[in-house]
């Protein structure tokens, strides 16, 4: 029990570390909701976007992915930049509990900055999607989101091109995740949920990551 109240200080600590940087600088959230609200000001001013919801519902997942993992790649840059990194391998903390505290970090970026984009969204294209099962959609993807962009930035962090390389992986690992996005969102504006099977399948997606993510760990951290 001491030990696993150890593990959720520790977890606790580096989250509020995270958190207390972003409100200083605020560069992530910026990052984030600049990105996606720009891609959905452009559709906004086509001539289909309206009358397709099909349409719409792709653009605003890809526009979010693409907008999460240039913030988390800034959130991830950061931390190196400051040896944040370093001092937590260093310290005699598992390596597994320091994943899971960035995961959360990055969980909590992206699911407040996504929250802000709903808000553009529901103003620029009248879209209203301020539904329990909308939410629920949005934080389980974004769990995904979090713990796949955590993990093939720290993959390629002493790579030449990390940049380009995280991305790359990133978007092909995420393409589930923006299925059933896209679907869901689809039958949620047309309040006509067909096939809930669809969130099983995303909420399997996260655990299936979040475990590969804790047993690669020592790997991810090897010098």
Do not use: C, H
């Given at each position: ?21 972003e ?11 600049s990105?996606?609200?720009l ?27 693409f ?31 320091i994943i ?10 992206i699911?407040?900055?996504s929250f ?10 009248n ?14 993807i ?5 713990i ?29 995740l ?32 979040l ?13």
């Open positions: 029990m001491r030990n696993l109240s150890r593990v959720f200080f520790v977890i606790k600590l580096i989250v509020f570390k995270d958190l207390l940087e409100l200083k600088s605020k560069e992530i959230f910026i990052s984030i909701i990105y996606s609200v891609v959905l000001v452009v559709v906004a001013t086509t001539s289909t976007v309206n009358s397709s919801v099909d349409f719409f519902a792709t653009i605003f997942w890809i526009s979010l992915s907008s999460i993992i240039l913030g988390i790649n800034k959130s991830m840059t950061k931390e190196f930049e400051n040896n944040g990194i370093e001092f937590l391998i260093t310290s005699p903390i598992d390596k597994e509990v899971i505290a960035k995961f959360i970090s990055n969980l909590f970026f699911t407040i900055s802000f984009i709903l808000i553009f969204n529901n103003v620029i294209l879209y209203d999607l301020f539904e329990l099962s909308f939410f629920l959609l949005v934080i389980s974004n769990i995904g989101f979090s796949i962009g955590t993990i093939t930035y720290l993959l390629f962090s002493k790579v030449r091109g990390k940049e380009i390389l995280s991305p790359m992986l990133f978007i092909p690992l995420v393409t589930p923006l299925m059933g996005g896209s679907v869901l969102t689809n039958q949620i504006i047309e309040n006509d949920i067909k096939n809930i099977s669809w969130f099983g399948l995303i909420v399997a997606y996260d655990l299936l990551f475990l590969i993510g804790l047993l690669i760990s020592n790997i991810i951290f090897e010098e």
